[in-house]
């Protein structure tokens, strides 16, 4: 379910957003700094200071988790169920390994929210399906790059 492609995709995007519900189906979208692909079925997302994305996963366990390059113009939606797994639970360290790496000492983590993924889906900027003739990766990067007003990677 989670192949390279979105193993890479995720490493390559800084944030990725969080999409839950609460018991009656009021939806609430959270950015989330540090996550990480855990294994082929699992996403695992750090929770530094996330108490309505925990309310609600306790409430109503489906999710719906995107991430994009903002350079490259995309990325994948995963969407599943989570789990909320407290610093203080047996398996936490088992599923925090890889955001703990990532948070280092600056970030305290309350709990990790794992995502077991049911469906995953490409995203992608318009231009690629809209002008697949002309949109190629290089061409949106360099893009994003003059819209962003910031520079490349130097050779």
């Known amino acids: 379910m989670l192949t390279p492609d979105i193993l890479e995709s995720s490493r390559r995007s800084v ?6 519900a ?22 695992v997302i750090a929770n530094i200071a996330s108490p309505c994305s ?13 991430f994009v390059d903002v350079f ?3 990325g994948f939606k995963l969407t ?6 407290a610093a203080d ?8 390994a890889p955001v703990l790496e990532k948070a280092g000492p600056r970030f305290a983590l309350r709990s990790v929210f794992v ?6 889906a490409p995203i992608l900027a318009p231009s690629y399906w809209l002008y697949p003739q002309e949109t190629t ?4 990067i360099e893009g994003a790059y003059r819209s962003y007003g910031v520079r490349g990677p130097v050779d």
């Open 137 to 140: 990766l290089q061409s949106q």
């Open 72 to 74: 490259a113009q995309k």
């Open 89 to 96: 639970a047996p398996e936490f360290a088992h599923w925090a």
């Open 22 to 43: 609460d018991a009656h189906g009021c939806p609430n979208v959270s950015p989330k700094e540090i996550f990480a692909v855990f294994d082929d079925r699992h996403l």
């Open 80 to 85: 599943g169920s989570a789990r909320d797994i």
């Open 54 to 66: 925990a309310a609600n996963i306790a409430a109503n366990p489906q999710v719906c988790v995107s």
């Open 115 to 120: 995502v077991r993924a049911r469906s995953a």
């Open 15 to 20: 944030l990725c957003w969080l999409a839950t």
